[in-house]
């Protein structure tokens, strides 16, 4: 158990689809990131909320809109998507302060898109 | 841009071998951290190295961060099929503590 849940565990949905994917961390961090892992590719950062604001978006696509009601929450929006955004999407949270930011991840969603 | 490069892409070997696991970049870390990825679940941190030349022992995984702090090596001895999964190293660039992954290293240890 790493304090951190994602939910859902798995998504298929079509391209003209919304959805929403959720993160929610039990750690008392006040960091959250969002991270895109394919097949055959490094793992990407996405999104960095620190203090429930934004402090960084790595280039992403519009099509993904993250929110941070509170620093235990994460969502990331998911509107119009392409077949090749099929991934897993994996949340974590660190602490801010932590000399060395160790982050927690959480268990991903494994999110297809027809 | 800083890539980090790990090899073998790879790995199936025996119940009971020794393996090293390489990660390798053209960039100064100020820290570098290992993961360990199962099936269906998120990364989680082996270690963090953070000193130059520095060697962490964990159980029968050993680290090795160079001592240029632009590499790493993760040397496994009897390797058992708990073992076995993807294994990411991660570096933070100098200055920052801010990770980039590398390209990952998948092992399976066969019984």
């Known amino acids: 158990e790493t304090g951190v849940t994602q939910t859902p565990r798995h998504l298929v949905m079509g391209m003209t689809n919304k959805k929403s994917l959720k993160c929610e961390q039990h750690?008392?961090?006040?960091?959250m990131y969002w991270y895109k892992q394919s097949a055959k590719k490094p793992l990407e950062l996405m999104f960095v909320?620190?203090?429930?604001?934004?402090?960084e978006n790595n280039s992403v696509p519009s099509r993904f809109s993250p929110e941070c009601p509170n620093s235990s929450h994460l969502f990331l929006h998911l509107h119009t998507l392409q077949p090749e955004d099929s991934a897993l999407y994996l949340c974590?949270?660190?602490?801010?302060?932590?000399?060395?930011?160790?982050?927690?991840f959480g268990p991903g969603t494994r999110l297809l898109v027809l | 841009t800083q890539l980090l490069e790990q090899s073998p892409q790879f790995l199936s070997i025996q119940e009971g071998e020794n393996l090293t696991v390489y990660c390798n970049s053209s960039?100064?870390?100020?820290?570098l951290q290992w993961y360990r990825q199962e099936p269906g679940e998120g990364p989680v941190l082996l270690v963090t190295?953070?000193?130059?030349?520095e060697v962490k022992k964990l159980k029968r995984l050993t680290f090795q961060f160079g001592d240029a702090r632009k590499d790493s090596s993760l040397h496994i001895t009897a390797a058992q099929p708990g073992d076995t999964g993807l294994y990411l190293c991660?570096?933070?660039?100098?200055?920052?503590?801010?990770?980039?992954f590398g390209t990952g290293t998948r092992l399976k240890v066969l019984a």
């Open positions: 974590a949270s660190s602490q801010e302060g932590d000399p060395q930011e160790t982050q927690y």
């Open positions: 750690l008392g961090h006040n960091a």
């Open positions: 909320y620190n203090f429930k604001e934004q402090t």
């Open positions: 960039s100064v870390f100020s820290s």
């Open positions: 190295v953070v000193t130059g030349g």
């Open positions: 991660a570096g933070a660039a100098a200055g920052t503590y801010k990770y980039i």
